[in-house]
């Protein structure tokens, strides 16, 4: 069955440190997506790609960075990890058309010491 | 810039009782995504309203879409206890191309025996 995995599920790490979060779906979509879970916040959108080499910024992209060289995956980057960015991420990922029905993967717990 | 507030963002309902649950948004989208999320869990997608009127239905939840309001509605039909849980809406942004969502920043129902 396709799926939509992420890795790792729990992270901790110290502020300034380099953090790379892994996203990977097998769904073929072209469209996939990186948002923190806060409490309070919902969920904000931080950067999006709608194809190999396409990438964009959202809601909240400020510390983050993103790369897409394949069509199943998109890993996130803290170049520089703030407390700040202490949160709960999730990627996600759609086909467009029809529906553009976004699939969640399991997300992953970043703490930032 | 797109919009979502939801209401209300906690919701105590006895077992057995209606609700609904209330999602504007501020500018235009022409469909709307509902998602339910269990506490340390991903988003499971509930619903795809496609279209100005679209009304789905999935057991004790009905939801629907009034594109010229900005308005969409979850009705909960004699709530159980297994429907307790954070369910969000999300507007896809207007424009050709656009795949984003925007979430609002959830509707916690708790069912009370």
């Known amino acids: 069955d396709a799926e939509i995995t992420q890795s790792p599920r729990h992270k901790i790490t110290e502020t300034g440190r380099q953090v790379t979060l892994a996203c990977h779906q097998t769904?073929?979509?072209?469209?996939m997506f990186w948002y923190r879970q806060d409490l309070g916040h919902g969920l904000r959108l931080i950067h999006y790609?709608?194809?190999?080499?396409?990438?964009n910024k959202g809601e909240v992209s400020d510390g983050y960075s993103v790369s897409r060289s394949n069509t199943e995956d998109l890993p996130l980057t803290l170049e520089s990890a703030a407390s700040s960015q202490t949160s709960v991420y999730f990627c996600?990922?759609?086909?467009?058309?029809?529906?553009?029905?976004?699939?969640f993967g399991p997300g992953t717990r970043l703490t930032v010491l | 810039e797109l919009k979502v507030e939801q209401n209300p963002l906690f919701l105590s309902m006895q077992e057995g009782k209606n609700y609904t649950i209330y999602c504007n948004y501020s500018?235009?989208?022409?469909?709307l995504y509902w998602y339910r999320q269990d506490p340390g869990k991903s988003l499971e997608s509930l619903f795809v309203?496609?279209?100005?009127?679209a009304v789905k239905q999935e057991g004790r939840l009905m939801a629907s879409l009034d594109t010229k309001a900005r308005l969409s509605t979850l009705h909960i039909t004699a709530a159980v206890h297994d429907l307790s849980a954070t369910y969000f809406c999300?507007?896809?942004?207007?424009?050709?191309?656009?795949?984003?969502?925007?979430f609002g920043k959830g509707t916690k129902l708790s069912v009370i025996p």
């Open positions: 769904w073929n979509h072209n469209n």
């Open positions: 790609s709608y194809g190999v080499q396409d990438t």
């Open positions: 309203l496609l279209s100005n009127g």
């Open positions: 500018t235009t989208s022409d469909r």
């Open positions: 996600a990922s759609s086909e467009g058309v029809p529906y553009n029905e976004q699939f």
């Open positions: 999300a507007p896809r942004h207007s424009g050709a191309g656009s795949y984003q969502l925007t």
